[in-house]
T-cell receptor, first 114, second 111 residues
Framework: SAVISQKPSRDICQRGTSLTIQCQVD?????MFWYRQQPGQSLTLIAT?????????ESGFVIDKFPISRPNLTFSTLTVSNMSPEDSSIYLC???????????FGQGTRLTVV | RKEVEQDPGPFNVPEGATVAFNCTYS??????FFWYRQDCRKEPKLLMS???SGNEDGRFTAQLNRASQYISLLIRDSKLSDSATYLC????????????FGTGTRLLVSP
């Protein structure tokens, strides 16, 4: 299993500002994943973060809006840039076990943009 | 059409009831299948994997029908603690093992 520490757990931010979310994993992992879960919705993959290369973004998500860092095999950050109320959501980081039989998630960051 | 579809519920059942959730997926190349549980304001956690032969874990039984692209979860003898949202999850091989989540089915078990 993997233990993921994600912070902040929640934040209320002014529109136009940026927030950086951090995830620390207790073991080395090749890929880390960032998801968004909007109210009443399921998880949508934002991007996949590989150590030593640029993140791979899913359709509808761009690097300028959601820059990601992956400086080593246990840590990643997601920044939500130039926020608007539509960015209010829960953001979760995730890793997958060896053999990809299970995904583990951070506790989530509940973001409210006012 | 959504890649993974579920009835959002909520399903309101009394303790001890049996309840079944269904899920359909659109991509026939999907490789692996799972049910995750998400409690209110918590992160999702794996409940069980789903195999073509069907698998059982205590009160929970999962079934996969590849021909119909259909997945089910059966919960017997429901407990109050089973109240949660159940997410149907499909893994696709898109260069990496991408997980696609359904919108979830909410279960409320009442005394």
């Amino acid at each position: 299993s993997a233990v993921i520490s994600q912070k902040p757990s929640r934040d209320i931010c002014q529109r136009g500002t940026s927030l950086t979310i951090q995830c620390q994993v207790d073991s080395q992992v090749t890929m880390m994943f960032w998801y968004r879960q909007q109210p009443g919705q399921s998880l949508t993959l934002i991007a996949t973060a590989n150590q030593g290369s640029e993140a791979t973004y899913e359709s509808g998500f761009v690097i300028d809006k959601f820059p990601i860092s992956r400086p080593n095999l246990t840590f990643s950050t997601l920044t939500v840039s130039n926020m608007s109320p539509e960015d209010s959501s829960i953001y979760l980081c995730s890793v997958q076990s060896q053999g990809n039989t299970e995904a583990f998630f951070g506790q989530g960051t509940r973001l409210t943009v006012v | 059409r959504k890649e993974v579809e579920q009835d959002p519920g909520p399903f309101n059942v009394p303790e001890g009831a049996t309840v079944a959730f269904n899920c359909t997926y659109s991509n026939s190349a999907s490789q692996s299948f799972f049910w995750y549980r998400q409690d209110c304001r918590k992160e999702p956690k794996l409940l069980m994997s789903v195999y073509s032969s069907g698998n059982e874990d205590g009160r929970f039984t999962a079934q996969l029908n590849r021909a119909s692209q259909y997945i089910s979860l059966l919960i017997r003898d429901s407990k109050l603690s089973d109240s949660a949202t159940y997410l149907c999850v499909v893994m696709m091989n898109t260069g990496f093992q991408k997980l696609v989540f359904g919108t979830g089915t909410r279960l409320l078990v009442s005394p």
